[in-house]
């Protein structure tokens, strides 16, 4: 017997039941194939879009303007649970000087890596006050941790030897970060 193709395997019905006490309906159509069709139909007219287009950001995030020494900065900021476990995933470019920065609500420590990320990344580990505290260079792809060494309440990334250029060091000050959300 032959394996099931993908799309076979996408459009089995679901072990779950379709029914419960409160109501019954019929079993949909599984995501996946409804997902495969759009990518099908899509991926002719992928060629023909400028770089520029398939590289942004599927999701619109905040932005902040931040300074480090006299530099300029400008951040997505990922705030929440979700956005910073997505961060720059997927990403095949990032403008000049702009990056990602994470904030949390509170102190704590925090590890990053590069799950999906195609981008080599420099991350700094940044304290409630604005003072970088570690910088760690990152590789595209990997599971590797890159940790904070101690409490932080931010993390920013950017191209990677993009604060070694700019001369920004572990003590250096982050100015326009957000309050905690």
């Known amino acids: 017997m032959e394996a099931p ?24 159509p599984r995501a996946g194939v ?6 099908l139909a899509g991926v002719a007219g992928l060629s023909a ?16 303007r931040l300074r480090i020494g006299d530099h300029a900065v400008v951040a997505e900021v990922a705030s929440t649970p979700e956005q910073r476990q ?27 890596w590069m799950k999906d990320t195609y981008l080599p990344l420099s991350v700094a580990f940044i304290d409630a006050a604005g003072a970088i505290r570690n910088l760690a260079d ?18 920013l990334e950017m191209p990677l030897g993009w604060f070694s250029v700019h001369h920004a060091a ?8 957000p309050t905690a959300p």
Do not use: N
């Not at 409804?34 to 990518?39: D, E, K, Q, V």
């Open 5 to 28: 193709s993908t799309l076979d395997v996408l459009a089995m019905p679901s072990s779950r039941p379709s029914c419960s006490i409160a109501s019954c309906r019929k079993p949909r």
């Open 34 to 39: 409804r997902l495969s069709a759009w990518l």
């Open 49 to 64: 879009l400028p770089v520029a287009a398939w590289a942004a950001p599927a999701r619109e995030l905040p932005t902040l």
């Open 86 to 112: 997505t961060g720059l995933m997927q990403r095949r470019a990032l403008a000049p000087d702009h990056g990602m920065l994470f904030v949390f609500r509170h102190d704590q420590d925090v590890c990053m």
């Open 138 to 155: 990152m590789q595209p792809l990997t599971l590797d941790t890159h940790c904070a060494s101690g409490a932080v309440r931010y993390a």
């Open 170 to 177: 572990p003590g250096a000050r982050v100015r326009g970060l």
